[in-house]
């Protein structure tokens, strides 16, 4: 639920572990949302999504077609790709 890396919720002590703990089991995307706005990052070799409320206008799917993996974040009545 949290950002792993949220320094608001976390010590530097339990993000560095979280980093490491990432890098030895690695990852092709973490989902979170506490923060409720839509957000980009890495961890290690991890794409990270901080996803929007899903109620309302805005909200982000992911699409899985055999190996291809897609991300989109839309607002309202358009959507794009972001991964």
């Known amino acids: 639920h949290q950002n792993p890396l949220n320094n608001l919720t976390f010590t530097a002590d339990e993000r560095a572990q979280i ?14 949302g506490h923060l409720h706005s839509f957000d980009r990052s890495q961890i290690g070799n991890a794409e990270t999504f901080q996803i929007s409320r899903v ?4 909200w982000a799917y992911v699409e899985v077609d055999n190996s291809n993996i897609k991300v989109f974040y839309c607002t309202k009545r358009s959507c794009n790709k972001v991964y």
């Open 19 to 32: 980093t490491t703990l990432l890098s030895a089991h690695p990852q092709i995307f973490i989902f979170h």
């Open 55 to 58: 109620e309302g206008r805005k």
